[in-house]
C-alpha cells in the first residue's frame, strides 16, 4: 500500500477549530503558455493622450515617454517606452465632422443644382433659418443661369490675330447662407457663412460651397485646441518630453 504524506504548517494562532483539507488526485491542468507583451496602438480624437495619460501616468516612466505635435496634421501623438520593440502608441486628431465632409465645404466637391437643392431639404437641421432653407431649395430647384459668350476674331492684313473670350453668369442665387454645424468631429456646433460658387461650362453647371469664415474658425480652432491639450499633459505627466514636428 502506497502511502502520501501530507505536511500542513499550522499558524501560532491556532485556536483549535477544524480545519479542512481537500486533495485532489489526476493529471493537472496545461500552463498556458508565455506570451510576448501587446503594444497598444490607439487613434482617436485630440483628447486621446490626454485621457490616456490621466489613467495611465503613474503606470509609466516619464523619462522614457514623449509627445510628438503636428500642428499641420492637426495631431499629437504619445509614445510609451520609445526604446522598447513593444512600445504604446496613443495619438489622437482634430478631424474635419461628418457634417463639413457630407456637405464638401471648402473641397473640391462639385454639386449639380437639382442634387444640392434635395441635399439642402434632407439636411435643413443645419441651416440657421429654416424659411431661409425653403427658399434656396426652391432657388436651386429652378436653377437659371445666363450664359453670354462673345467671341471677337479679328484677322488683319499683317497676320496677326486677337481672340477675345468674356462669359457673364447671371444667376438668382443667393450671395451667402448661414449653416449651424460641428467643424470638428466630438465639437459643438458653430454659425458659418457659407457662399455658392457657380461654374459654368457651355450647358454644364457645377457649383462649390466656400466658407472664409469656416477657414479662419478653424485655423484658430486649431492652436488653441492644442495649446489647451499641451498645457494639460504637463499639469499630469511635466517629466514627458514635448517635441513639435
Not at 488683319?156 to 470638428?184: A, C, M, R, W
Request: charge should be negative.
Amino acid at each position: 500500500m502506497s502511502e502520501n504524506k501530507l505536511n500542513v504548517v499550522v499558524p501560532k494562532d491556532y485556536n483549535g477549530a477544524p480545519i479542512e483539507i481537500i486533495l485532489r488526485e489526476g493529471k493537472a491542468s496545461e500552463q498556458l503558455p508565455n506570451r510576448e507583451p501587446i503594444n497598444v496602438e490607439i487613434n482617436g480624437t485630440i483628447d486621446t493622450p490626454l485621457r490616456w495619460l490621466e489613467k495611465k501616468v503613474e503606470l509609466i516612466d516619464q523619462k522614457k515617454a514623449y509627445i510628438s505635435v503636428s500642428r499641420d496634421d492637426m495631431s499629437i501623438a504619445l509614445v510609451d517606452k520609445e526604446n522598447d520593440y513593444y512600445s504604446n502608441n496613443i495619438s489622437g486628431e482634430l478631424k474635419a465632422s461628418k457634417e463639413m465632409r457630407t456637405f464638401g465645404i471648402n473641397t473640391e466637391k462639385r454639386w449639380e443644382p437639382i442634387k444640392l437643392s434635395q441635399f439642402f431639404k434632407m439636411h435643413r437641421a443645419f441651416f440657421k433659418d429654416k424659411t431661409e432653407n425653403m427658399k434656396l431649395v426652391s432657388t436651386l430647384k429652378n436653377f437659371k443661369a445666363k450664359v453670354n459668350q462673345d467671341i471677337e476674331r479679328i484677322k488683319e492684313e499683317n497676320g496677326s490675330k486677337t481672340d477675345n473670350y468674356s462669359q457673364v453668369v447671371d444667376s438668382n442665387l443667393p450671395k451667402f447662407f448661414k449653416l449651424n454645424i460641428p467643424l470638428f468631429k466630438g465639437f459643438a456646433c458653430e454659425e458659418i457663412e457659407v457662399e455658392i460658387y457657380a461654374d459654368v461650362d457651355g450647358r454644364d453647371v457645377s457649383l462649390s460651397l466656400v466658407s472664409a469664415g469656416a477657414n479662419e474658425t478653424i485655423e484658430e480652432y486649431k492652436n488653441r485646441v492644442i495649446d489647451e491639450q499641451l498645457e494639460n499633459i504637463r499639469a499630469i505627466a511635466p517629466d514627458i518630453a514635448i517635441i513639435e514636428v
